[in-house]
Every structure is written in structure tokens, then in C-alpha cells.
């Protein structure tokens, strides 16, 4: 095959949003190689989501099933994969760089005598696939190199879902069901609780709106004043580090480099700097807005709206409106 081959993640028959952001990087990637892009769906429910990806611009589709994937294990997504990379023999491996991804993937491109190329935010020509480092002071280029398949797994809201190119009328991709050889003992792991599905646990990643507060509000009782804008809009809302190590709020609030990375169609900065270990972690939004009362504030650098002022005179004039245009 050769290509682009990207490995989408589904469970319980849903996709995991980032499978596309993943397959838009695969799709572009193949267009800079002049290469054919095609996409994988492992376990159960794969051929109901094989189908929503035939109107895609892809090569070919693989469904890889068996009873022992109906539950994810590394060792059974590890060896099935294998199986499927060997028979299918692409160039570039893509993967969103999930929680399950950094589970199993290093372990997979170890097979094949390869390393895991982890959480890239771009791809230049070469291809190039640019990391960060040191808490996102540096960017760093990686290139392939040895023969076996390249594995390169994208930092969530670096590629745009909505921008996954759909198939044309005549080349409509062809599915292929892959069945892999498991046996029971090569599956040495039961797996738990999925971590996300933990009690109170919120996925900020997926979230569409996100008002997030920082150390500007100043005071716990404070934030009351931001919960209400978030509840107005329908927003989820998060934080910078300090205030969820300060136990304002959650730790699963937190957005940046040591916390959660987003890549809503609106992210509302209220009372935050803007350092380069929170802006790591929501530069992949649409659309920023910040409040600050600090118009160098470093946060301005990346918002497409600014309002210079006090966060406790306009964010409760900014709920009022809100509330005011629903009703
Ligand atoms: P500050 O930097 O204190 O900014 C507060 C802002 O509020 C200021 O700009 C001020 O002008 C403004 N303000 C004050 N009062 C008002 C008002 N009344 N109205 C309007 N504006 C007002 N940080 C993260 O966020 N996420 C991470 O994941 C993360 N990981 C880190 C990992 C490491 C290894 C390290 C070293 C640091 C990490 N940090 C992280 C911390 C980061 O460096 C910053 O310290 C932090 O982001 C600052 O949070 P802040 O913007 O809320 O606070």
C-alpha cells in the first residue's frame, strides 16, 4: 500500500473527536508526499463507523475485529495493529495522541524497530514533524529515518476535524475486513475503569465553548462570577494552573501543558497572563477572547478579541448581555 495509513480511535461505537483532527493530518500529509491516505477502525462497532468514513477522501478503509477487541487492551490493540501494518505496509502511521495512544502505540512502533514520533503540532515539508520541548520553549524537527513504517502520533486541535477532505462521487474508498490471529494468552492485561469515564471527570477536549478563569479573579468565592458566564453560554468551564493548585477547582480544569489540551470554537481567557505553558495548551482554538486589566499581557498576542479592563466590571455585564439576547 505505502501512503498514509491513519489509525482513527472509537469506543463504544463513538469516535473520539481527535480520530479526525488525526485523519485531517493523515489527509495532508499524503498530499505533500503525493501519496494515498486510508484509515483503520479497530474493534467492536467498526464496520457502523467504517461506513461514515466511505465519504471520505481515502484509499481504503480497514476494520479490524475479533472478539478478544470488543474491550481495549494494549496487547491486543499492539498485536492486531501489527498484524495489520504488516500485511498493509504504509510509509507513515498517524495516530491522535490520546490518552490510549501513548498507552500503546511506543510499544506497537517498537515492533517494528521504530519509535513513536509523539504529539507533533506541525508537519512541513520533508516531511518534517515539529515537537515540543521543555515545557514548549522549543520546538524541535524530527525526520524518519530507518525502514520500517514511520509512527507519528498529533497533538490534539494542531489539525482542524472540519477540515477532513470528503471522497468525490467516483472514487469512493473500498473497505477491507481484517481478522487478526489473537489468543487468549497474549492478552496479559485486564483492563479497568477507563480513566474518563471516572466520576466527575469532565473532557475539556471535546468541549465547543470553554470560559477559563486564571489568577486574576483573585479569590475562590470569585469565581462564582465566571461559573455564570460559562453557564450562560453553555460553556465548560476550565482554568490556569494556579487555581487548580490553589484546589479553587479540579485538577481535570486545568488547561496546558501539565493539564488538558483544547481546541474549542471559543476560548474566553478571563484574568490570564498568557504563559507560554497555558497558551501550549489552548492555542488550538478557533477563536480566542481575553479580559485582562494588563494590555501587555501576553495573552493579547494570541486573541483575536481583547478587552483591556476589569474582569469583575465586564464579565458580569457580558453574562447580563448573554442572558439578555436568549431571552
Ligand atoms: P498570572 O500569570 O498571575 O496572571 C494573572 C493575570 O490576571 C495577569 O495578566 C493580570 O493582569 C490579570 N488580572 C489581575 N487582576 C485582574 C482583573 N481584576 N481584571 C482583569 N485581569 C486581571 N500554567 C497553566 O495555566 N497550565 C499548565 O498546564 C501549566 N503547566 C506548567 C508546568 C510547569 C513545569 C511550569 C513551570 C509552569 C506551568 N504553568 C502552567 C504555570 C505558568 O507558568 C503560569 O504561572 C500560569 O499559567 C499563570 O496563570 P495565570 O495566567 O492565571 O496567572
Redesign the pocket.
Known amino acids: 500500500m505505502n501512503g498514509v495509513l491513519v489509525l482513527m480511535e472509537q469506543r463504544g461505537g463513538k469516535w473520539n473527536r481527535m480520530s479526525f483532527e488525526a485523519l485531517a493530518a493523515g489527509q495532508q500529509l499524503a498530499a505533500k508526499l503525493g501519496a494515498e491516505c486510508s484509515a483503520a477502525v479497530i474493534g467492536e462497532g467498526a464496520d457502523t463507523l467504517a461506513a461514515e468514513l466511505a465519504a471520505k477522501k481515502l484509499a481504503k478503509i480497514f476494520t479490524v475485529q475479533h472478539p478478544l477487541l470488543q474491550t481495549y487492551t494494549s496487547d491486543g490493540y499492539v498485536a492486531a495493529f501489527e498484524q495489520l501494518l504488516k500485511q498493509a505496509d504504509p510509509t507513515y502511521v498517524l495516530l491522535p495522541h490520546t490518552y490510549q495512544v501513548r498507552d500503546f502505540a511506543p510499544a506497537l512502533a517498537t515492533r517494528f524497530r521504530q519509535v513513536l514520533i509523539s504529539d507533533v503540532i506541525a508537519v512541513h515539508d520533508g516531511p518534517v514533524f515539529v515537537r515540543q520541548l521543555l ?1 514548549g520553549k522549543l520546538n524541535a524537527d524530527y525526520k524518519s529515518a530507518g525502514t520500517g513504517p514511520c509512527f507519528v502520533s498529533v497533538q490534539a486541535g494542531t489539525f482542524r476535524a472540519e477540515a477532513v477532505e470528503a471522497g468525490t462521487a467516483t472514487g469512493t474508498a473500498i473497505t477491507a475486513n481484517f481478522t487478526p490471529q489473537l489468543e487468549a494468552n497474549q492478552i496479559r492485561s485486564k483492563p479497568g475503569e477507563p480513566f474518563r469515564e471516572a466520576a466527575q471527570t469532565v473532557d475539556l477536549s471535546a468541549a465547543r465553548l470553554i470560559v477559563s478563569v ?5 479569590e475562590q468565592e470569585n469565581i462564582g462570577i465566571v461559573e455564570e458566564l460559562a453557564k450562560a453560554l453553555g460553556a465548560e468551564l476550565a ?5 487548580c493548585d490553589n484546589g479553587w477547582l479540579p485538577m481535570e480544569r ?6 488538558q489540551t483544547v481546541s474549542p470554537k471559543l476560548y474566553l481567557a ?9 497558551l501550549v ?1 489552548m492555542k488550538g482554538s478557533k477563536t480566542v477572547i481575553a ?4 494590555e501587555n ?1 501576553p ?1 493579547f498576542e494570541v486573541a483575536d478579541y481583547g478587552v483591556v ?4 466590571e ?1 464579565v458580569p455585564a457580558l453574562t447580563k448581555a448573554v442572558l439578555a439576547a436568549k431571552n
Open positions: 515545557q486564571g489568577r486574576g479573579i483573585g482554568a490556569s494552573r494556579p487555581i486545568q488547561v496546558g501543558s501539565s493539564g478571563i484574568g490570564i497572563s498568557g504563559a507560554i505553558q497555558h495548551g479580559i485582562n486589566k494588563d499581557a495573552i479592563g476589569d474582569l469583575f465586564i
